[in-house]
């Protein structure tokens, strides 16, 4: 569990980080539409999710790791990460964003993170898998 804490706080610190660069940068959230610039947050949790599994295969399970194993792990990272990740946007939209934009329309982002969240989990899970042949 300690591995999965510490990747998915350093998942929800750089997302909530990307925030508030974005903002500084003057990008803002709209109600509709995404930048361009918006689809790069998508590097921040492919990459240390990746990070955080190939950790926990190489550290944790002495090399070797079945896809369950590496799915339940990846969850973990991804649920750590999205509670600071939803806690940083909270802060971000009371404190910083537009008028207007309410946590109703950041929501919509929200669950798209979820389904790429759990997309990564899928691919990240299956690349970093040693045991082909046992599922767990």
Not at 1 to 17: C, R
Not at 49 to 68: K, Q
Not at 86 to 91: G, M, S
Not at 126 to 135: A, D, F, G, R, S
Request: proline share 4%; hydrophobic share 55%; aromatic share 12%.
């Amino acid at each position: 569990m300690k591995n999965a804490i510490i990747f998915g706080l350093l998942i929800g610190v750089l997302s909530g980080a990307w925030m508030f660069i974005m903002h500084a940068l003057g990008y803002s959230p709209q109600t509709s539409g995404l930048k361009p610039i918006e689809y790069v947050s998508v590097i921040i949790p492919l990459v240390v999710l990746f990070i955080g599994i190939y950790s926990y295969r190489s550290n944790e399970c002495g090399g070797h790791m079945g896809f369950l194993e590496a799915l339940m792990q990846s969850f973990k990272i991804l649920i750590v990460g999205g509670i600071v990740s939803v806690a940083a946007a909270i802060i971000f939209i009371s404190e910083f964003a537009p008028e207007g934009v309410t946590l109703q329309d950041f929501s919509g982002r929200i669950f798209g993170a979820l389904l790429v969240g759990i997309l990564f989990s899928l691919g990240v899970s299956v690349l970093l898998t040693t045991k082909p042949n046992k599922v767990d």
